[in-house]
């Protein structure tokens, strides 16, 4: 991807983030429900493009207290994008497996966010 390279591409939570994220818009493009529902199709490929999107944009803020609040947005937009798959496997839009990898895919991501979190608090 070019030899260009910016700071937030080096963290590992980023890069799984990245990748739950289009995990996820490829769930949703599996649905098969009826076009008024586009709307919560839609939030949850925001919400789950949002937790990538926070982490970068709070590497590049000029704290690390404002990085840690990104971090907690991050944490944030992953439990929506999380709560949004379970109510899409009650309404069984998504399979009862398909919501166990996801969760234990975000499980990791939530346990990398903290972690960061904490070992930037560390620093402060």
């Given at each position: 991807?070019?030899?260009?390279?910016?700071?937030?591409?080096?963290?590992?939570?980023?890069?799984?983030?990245?990748?739950?994220?289009?995990?996820?818009?490829?769930?949703?493009?599996?649905?098969?429900?009826?076009?008024?529902?586009?709307?919560?199709?839609?939030?949850?490929?925001?919400?789950?493009?949002?937790?990538?999107?926070?982490?970068?944009e709070?590497?590049?803020?000029y704290?690390?207290?404002?990085?840690?609040?990104?971090?907690?947005?991050?944490?944030?937009?992953?439990?929506?994008?999380?709560?949004?798959?379970?109510?899409?496997?009650?309404?069984q839009?998504?399979?009862?497996?398909?919501?166990?990898e996801?969760?234990?895919?975000?499980?990791?991501?939530?346990?990398?966010?903290?972690?960061?979190?904490?070992?930037?608090?560390?620093?402060?």
């Amino acid at each position: 991807m070019g030899n260009i390279k910016f700071s937030f591409e080096d963290l590992e939570v980023w890069q799984k983030a990245v990748d739950f994220a289009d995990k996820v818009i490829n769930l949703a493009e599996e649905i098969q429900t009826d076009r008024k529902h586009f709307r919560l199709i839609e939030q949850l490929e925001s919400a789950s493009t949002s937790i990538a999107l926070n982490i970068a944009e709070g590497k590049g803020r000029y704290s690390k207290k404002e990085f840690i609040q990104f971090l907690y947005i991050a944490r944030a937009s992953l439990y929506e994008t999380i709560t949004l798959l379970m109510i899409f496997n009650r309404k069984q839009w998504i399979s009862d497996m398909q919501i166990d990898e996801i969760k234990v895919f975000g499980d990791q991501i939530g346990k990398m966010l903290s972690s960061l979190i904490n070992s930037i608090k560390k620093s402060l």
